[in-house]
């Protein structure tokens, strides 16, 4: 009975763990949808964004 449950749980964490990588990329609906908040200037701090991407350029 342990060993079930050691198992479902290293299980669970992996799947939970693979899950979580996966969301890590931003898919195209993502994408156009910072393109609108960019072009409104409604980002969440926008002034810490806007220093970033000019450091970065």
Known sequence: MKLIRLFALVFTASVL????VSCEKK?????????????MD????????DAV???TK
């Open 53 to 55: 991407e000019n450091v």
């Open 17 to 20: 763990g693979l899950a979580s």
């Open 27 to 39: 898919g195209p609906a993502a994408k156009i949808g910072d393109k609108i908040d960019d072009a």
């Open 42 to 49: 409604a980002r969440p701090a926008e002034g810490v964004r």
